[in-house]
């Protein structure tokens, strides 16, 4: 079976480690409408709202190279504002709501690869960890 669409994936799957924003966010610029001098900004084909990215530092000490930094695009009204820096560290810890990747061919720089395209409905500051379903929290 091939997986031709974006699917549904948990925050803990794409990103153990966690994320980090290392960018402003930024408007996604629609390249087909844009001419020179007159930039027009992407809309999302599901919901027509301006789409937005912002790359990302996976925080996996064994993430290659080529996959350490992501872009993820943000479908939102208004731009997307992200968390503030945590005390401590240099960049901003993130957290994405309604996480979605689309698998593709990349096929630039040689042989051709499979690459992921990552979209969120939002994005949050970490919150803190959700407790177990069914596991008593009472328990010593």
Known sequence: MAITNKFLVAM???FPHGAFVVSEVEPVRD???SSPGRPVQQLDK???LPVWSVSVLDADPAARRTDKTVTVKIAAPHQPVPPETAAGL?????EFDGLTVTPYVQESGGR???AYSFRAAGMR???HQRPVPGK???AA
């Open 112 to 114: 051709p690869r499979v």
């Open 125 to 127: 500051a970490p919150g």
């Open 12 to 14: 803990g799957d794409v």
């Open 31 to 33: 390249f087909d409408k």
């Open 90 to 94: 240099p960049f901003r810890p993130v």
């Open 46 to 48: 599901e919901s027509g």
């Open 136 to 138: 008593n929290q009472d």
